[in-house]
């Protein structure tokens, strides 16, 4: 609780001075009752003296209560108002099946980059998020959205080979996040690539292609190659032979472009704490920058005590005239 008018409170230890003159103006009119002289032995009684001591204290009282009434408390509601304009993000997972690979300890490449990705959201305030995957084909998975839950949920429900199709389309891919992002109102659009290998199917055969089409609509590109170098195992469920072995195929090259034209940046992660590592920087670079509106709203509780202070003066001036009345 604040006070509009603070000053009024320097009154308060004036309260019983004030008490002692309005006692004084009132008992100069009050009119006495006569009564027989042996009466009068009665004006010191205990009694007496507590109608006394309620009377002034209760004057006092009412008289601080006043003060504070003048000095106009508030209690404010304080709101904190987001900005509009945050940055739009779309993350682009790789759902191929080499990213079964088991070389992102303790995790294969998908769930390093499920994990890695969760905490990157969780970082983030204000921002849009969405998700596409991809394979041989692409899907958007999750629209843009303020709903980090959702995006969560998401993320947590992306397997293996979740478009049912072979090969890895990167250029579709992109194409998809740009399609959804692009007219976006956001101050800045980012699209988070991530795969283990090289385009090799789809529409658009060189992703840099649409690496052009997302820098001439002021979209941002970082390119995550999720890959450890020399051959990795992929669990095969076959008793028989558990493991298969692939050799890295991550075309770097192409990454590298792709962050390049579209002003991202390109980024190596042959473990999980490099992956770990590379999306906190990316949080880092792409932090969002905003000033916090406070909005304060007032709501005035003088009458908190100003009825109270009024309770009380007209019940002294009653009972002063009634049971606490003094017989002369």
């Known amino acids: 609780m604040v006070f509009k008018n603070p000053y009024f409170l320097l009154l308060i230890p004036l309260a019983p001075c004030l008490g002692l003159v309005l006692k004084t103006l009132f008992s100069g009119r009050q009119a006495g009752l006569r009564m027989p002289l042996e009466m009068e032995a009665c004006r010191e009684t205990l009694k007496v003296q507590v109608y006394g001591l309620l009377s002034f204290w209760g004057r006092i009282l009412a008289i601080t209560l006043a003060i504070i009434a003048l000095a106009r408390p508030q209690e404010i509601s304080v709101t904190e108002i987001p900005p509009v304009e945050g940055v739009d993000i779309m993350l682009c997972i790789d759902t191929s099946m080499s990213m079964a690979a088991l070389d992102f300890n303790p995790y294969n490449r998908l769930d390093a980059a499920k994990n890695a990705a969760t905490d990157f959201v969780k970082k983030r305030l204000h921002d849009r998020i969405g998700i596409t995957v991809f394979g041989g084909n692409t899907a958007l998975a999750c629209p843009l959205t303020l709903d980090y839950q959702a995006v969560l949920e998401f993320l947590d429900s992306i397997y293996l080979n979740m478009t049912e199709s072979q090969g890895t389309a990167v250029g579709d891919a992109l194409a998809t996040s740009i399609n959804h992002i692009k007219n976006s109102a956001a101050k800045s659009k980012v699209i988070i690539l991530l795969t283990d290998g090289r385009s090799n199917t789809g529409l658009i055969t060189d992703p840099v292609i649409a690496a052009r089409t997302a820098a001439a609509f002021d979209i941002k590109i970082y390119a995550i190659g999720t890959a450890s170098k020399g051959r990795a195992q992929i669990p095969t469920n076959d008793p028989l ?19 390049k034209t579209a002003g991202g940046e390109f980024f190596r992660a042959k473990n999980y704490a490099e992956l770990q590592r590379i999306y906190s920087k990316i949080d880092e670079l792409e932090k969002t920058k905003f000033e916090a509106k406070i909005h304060a709203d007032y709501e005035d509780k003088y009458l908190l005590f100003l009825l109270p202070s009024a309770f009380l003066f007209l019940l002294i001036f009653i009972l002063e005239r009634t049971v606490f009345m003094r017989i002369p």
């Open 241 to 259: 032979q558990p493991y298969l072995y692939v050799d890295e195929d991550l075309d770097e090259g192409t990454l590298m472009a792709i962050a």
